[in-house]
């Protein structure tokens, strides 16, 4: 079983349709929650972080967190063109003597239709 | 916030043959990440590159294949050796930084790598 499970899609939606993203782990190590954006032929950018189970809200997206399902989830509000791409889920866990370790998921490639 | 490049952007190789990838960082860094992403496959970290040590290699892989340089606290390279096919990829170079209050990770933008 991996570490972190994530759907790759691909997920197409309309213009202004409310989009929801998913990540299952099994790690109950991990520490820290991320979801990276990433667009075609670039490198993947940090969008949401949260270490604590509940809802995280900036802007249009908001991140979910439920520690005790082992579930995390990102909403796309008012989905725009411009938010086509692919989406990563990524877990951290930080241990004793400063080693660290992130776990990416296999990314979720989102198309928004015009 | 840290402004990474990488060269090649992208290449085409022989099997057998070997690839250098560069990454040049815009700020001093202490550690530097190289990561691999296959189709249909999470990102992957290859090995945790310092300044004046020995980088730092995941399960599964070995300095004879990927040996890394780090010169400085702003350059390093990767070196893909004897490619197979299987190495078709998208290598990544990455730093550890801090953007607002969140520890996060920049990447650079790839080196789109295809051996045949």
């Known amino acids: 079983q991996k570490e972190v499970e994530q759907d790759p899609g691909p997920l197409s939606v309309p213009e202004g349709a409310i989009v929801s993203l998913n990540c299952t782990y099994s790690n109950s190590a991990f520490q820290y929650f991320m979801w990276y954006r990433q667009y075609s032929r670039k490198g993947p950018e940090l969008l949401m972080y949260t270490y604590s189970s509940g809802n995280k809200e900036d802007g249009r997206f908001t991140a979910q967190v439920d520690k005790s399902s082992k579930y995390i989830s990102l909403f796309i509000r008012d989905s725009q063109p411009s938010d086509s791409a692919t989406y990563l889920c990524?877990?951290?866990?930080?241990?004793?003597?400063?080693?660290?370790?992130?776990?990416f998921g296999t990314g979720t490639k989102l198309q928004v239709i015009p | 916030s840290a402004v990474i490049s990488q060269k090649p952007s992208r290449d085409i190789c022989q099997r057998g043959t070997s690839l250098t990838i560069q990454c040049q960082v815009d700020?001093?860094?202490?550690?530097m990440f190289w990561y691999r992403q296959q189709p249909g496959q999470s990102l992957t970290l290859i090995a945790t590159?310092?300044?004046?040590?020995?980088?730092?290699?995941e399960s599964g892989f070995v300095i004879d294949k990927f040996p890394i340089s780090r010169p400085n606290l702003t350059f390093s390279t990767l070196t893909v050796s004897n490619m197979s096919p299987e190495d078709s990829s998208i290598y990544l170079c990455?730093?550890?930084?801090?953007?607002?209050?969140?520890?996060?990770?920049?990447f650079g933008p790839g080196t789109r790598l295809l051996v045949l």
């Open positions: 700020s001093q860094v202490t550690m």
């Open positions: 590159a310092n300044q004046g040590s020995e980088a730092t290699y």
């Open positions: 990455s730093v550890e930084g801090v953007s607002g209050l969140q520890e996060t990770q920049y």
């Open positions: 990524a877990m951290r866990v930080r241990y004793s003597g400063g080693y660290q370790k992130v776990t």
